[in-house]
């Protein structure tokens, strides 16, 4: 591509109109709707060879919870009959013995943070927990007491006992997805649940004394208003949890929500109803000493620091288990099919749980330099301390002006770009609003290719 010579260059006249502000919340990139079956499906052994090992990052997914709330498509069902838990767990064991064997013993194999999310692990018994941390020790090789490991939990399934074995097996940081305190939005959100089961929750977690505390909120439920959701955030306050993440609600296909409403029935109105709410749950936090990490993540000032990759588990050099995780080499994202419907669900959980041979990679996406460059820049951008460009430029022999004139432009016109300084080596950093239509910049840095494959997905 060639280099304009200033930022401002390659900007249309079209830039200054804004996009719908909440259009794809992006965790992690190329997403998993633009995977396809990989054929032929190469061996985990021929993936990982050559691969950094010092670093690596560990995700363990459980697809199960006691409800699934109407807003939510991720990739788990309600429940678990019968032995399935074992059944899942035996499956998890076997294919962590299988990656463990890719990896070898040619060179070291360290880990550099774990996290434990779903679904809900803790809808699993205190002794599967156990046998759940057994498995990233054991046959893994993850120290998880000297890690950063961050576990997901829900108000009903974070009782004492489950809690101790986390706490005694090193857990730093749990996030307990409260989503509202107040009772008739957690119906509205269907997730239905009682403040003071909530709260009876979050005193256990601190009892447990797990170092990090965070609390999820959602804002756009229908009905709230500034005020419930004032009491929302100040309920969290009280109990002064080390981070706190603020989502905006989206109605999604084939979820709960989205079998009563059209998705794109979310107008202007909802739009600018969200980002109030947004506004006013980032400015009420800033004024009680949080600090703001992205869009969506609020940390107390004062918090514990969770390692240099903190816990996301997003970068390359990541090794997922469990049927809905994925895992990044350099060149390739994998992991198994993919599905938001309840039966569809199901019948994947329960192939998982009948495979034997976890040596090869069945599902996933090539990611070449293009694609590579695209997934440095949005896992930086979209931070609210920015993208450093001298690192870019380090890894990649060019800057994010020479390869994203044209996006990079728009967000200047749009008055959502930081002033980068010299744009050799200076950093990319988002303004306060540009950080608030972070699901409006993203898709912006998709490619071609993977917009494709997105829009050519058949949800299931």
Known sequence: MTAPTTPAVALAPAATRPPRPYQHYVYAYPHKTAYRPLEPAPRLADLWSGEPRQALSLYAHIPFCEVRCGFCNLFTRIGAPGDLTRRYLDALERQAVAVREALGDAEPVRFANAAFGGGTPTFLEADELARLCDIAELHMGADLRAVPLSVEASPATATADRLAVLAERGTTRLSLG???????????????????????ALA??????????????????????????????????????EEVYLYPLYVRPLTGLGRRADPEAADREWDEQRLRRYREGRDHLLAHGYEQVSMRMFRRADAPPQGPDDHACQTDGMIGLGCGARSYTSTVHYSFDYAVGMPEIRSLIDAYTATEDFTRAVHGREVD????????????????????????????????????????????????????????????????????????????????????????????
């Open 369 to 460: 330099g293009d694609e590579a460059r695209r997934r440095h820049l949005l896992q930086s951008l979209l931070q609210a301390e920015g993208l450093p460009v001298a690192d870019y430029r380090r890894r990649f022999g060019s800057g994010p002006y020479d390869d994203f004139p044209a996006e990079l432009g728009t967000l200047a016109a749009r008055g959502w770009l930081a002033e980068p300084g010299d744009p050799r080596t200076g950093r990319l950093r988002l303004t306060a609003e540009g950080l608030a239509h972070s699901d409006a910049i993203g898709p912006d840095f998709f490619s071609r290719a993977v917009r494709a494959a997105m829009a050519a997905y058949e949800p299931k």
């Open 178 to 200: 409260v989503q509202s305190f107040v009772e008739e939005e957690a119906r509205a959100a269907v997730r239905p649940q009682r403040r003071a089961d909530v709260e009876a």
């Open 204 to 241: 256990r977690v601190r009892e447990a004394g797990v170092p990090v505390l965070n609390i999820d909120l959602i804002y756009g439920i229908d009905g709230q208003t500034a005020a419930s959701w004032r009491l929302s955030l100040d309920a969290a306050l009280a109990w002064r949890p």
